[in-house]
């Protein structure tokens, strides 16, 4: 039986005029997935959101979105009624998607973004501004798919602190999110896949699991002989080898490795833990293809 997603492109190309800012362009996502696309500006990703929503058409290839996706959708500059409250610009969003809001679902959405109902968003800080948006993207009709362009951008760190614990309860409801950001950090343990583009190709295309991603440098010292290092590589991934040192790939706590090392009277004298970051892993991919 084929596999299903609730998005899917084939060959996705997009040109403005001369300029091809997408190309060969395909990407899966299954439901309740948390995607990350990732690239530096111009890369692509917001032209990419933009053909996804329906704003923009591709000139080549194929999209397929499900049917009856409800999507909320959080643009990267700010996009509010200036004029109008907080409360206002909530009722306005949902009034357009065909809902209302009642009085005790609006108290429950201020509440939970923390945000002065009445206040007027002009008066709003740039991070009080992106907390709305975010509200009228989420709260206002039931969601099934999140696309977030540069959320953190203008946000404090108690802001994103929040996101991160907001954009987690999403996910735990099942609600398939995509997202391209800067503040990779911010995200680490929240994605599920992540695309890397650059220069409107995808360059990395893989499931993340920041577990997974944890290196061990192990010091050894010179009496270490061939079966105590096949010992190791029996039990672990040897990433590299070079004179005393073995960096070693493994899910398990340093207390376990310190504790086989002990049991099996290997000789290493230091073990040290150092992580790959999706942001190693972006840096790497542009660096290697600029």
Known sequence: MEEQYIIQSHHLKKCFQEKVALENIN??????EFCGIFGKNGAGKSTLFKIILGLISSSEGDLKISDHLSIGYMPENIALYDHLSVHDNIQVTALSAGYEVSNNKMKDIVEKVNLPSRTLAK????GMKRRLQLAMATMCKPVDLLILDEPTNGMDVNSVLWLKDFLLQMKKKGITILVCSHSLNVLEQLIDHYYILVDGHIVKDEDWN??????????VNDNMNEEEISLIKNH?????????????????KLLDISRFIIENHLPVEDIDKEHESLEDIFLESVVNHD
């Open 123 to 126: 008066n709003l800080s740039l």
């Open 27 to 32: 990407i899966k996502i299954h439901k309740g």
């Open 210 to 219: 920041s577990k997974l991603h944890n290196q061990y440098i192990l010091t």
């Open 236 to 252: 672990f991934s040897i990433v590299k080898q070079e004179d005393d040192k073995l960096i070693i790939h493994s899910d398990k």
